[in-house]
C-alpha cells in the first residue's frame, strides 16, 4: 500500500536525517543550517511533526542514548 503526505520542506529534510540514522538533536541543528527560515518551521511544528508520523506508523521505537 502506498501512501502520499505532504510535508514542508524542513519536515522532508528532518525525516531524511532521521531516516539516514542521525539523532533527533543533531538532525534538527542540521536542518536548521541548511535551510533558511527552518528553525522557525521546527519550533512551530515539531511536535505535530511526530504526533502525525508516530500515527502513521514511521517510528515504532525510540532508543534514549
Known amino acids: ?3 502520499r503526505e505532504a510535508l514542508t520542506p524542513a ?3 528532518l525525516l531524511r536525517k532521521l ?3 542521525t539523532p533527533l538533536v543533531p538532525a ?3 536542518v536548521t543550517s541548511e535551510l533558511p527560515g527552518a528553525a522557525a518551521t521546527l519550533e512551530a511544528d515539531l511536535s505535530g511533526w511526530f504526533q ?3 500515527s ?3 517510528f515504532t521505537d525510540i532508543v534514549v542514548s
Open 1 to 3: 500500500e502506498t501512501y
Open 11 to 13: 519536515g522532508f529534510a
Open 19 to 21: 531516516q539516514s540514522g
Open 28 to 30: 534538527c541543528e542540521a
Open 52 to 54: 502525525r508520523w508516530a
Open 56 to 58: 502513521l506508523g514511521l
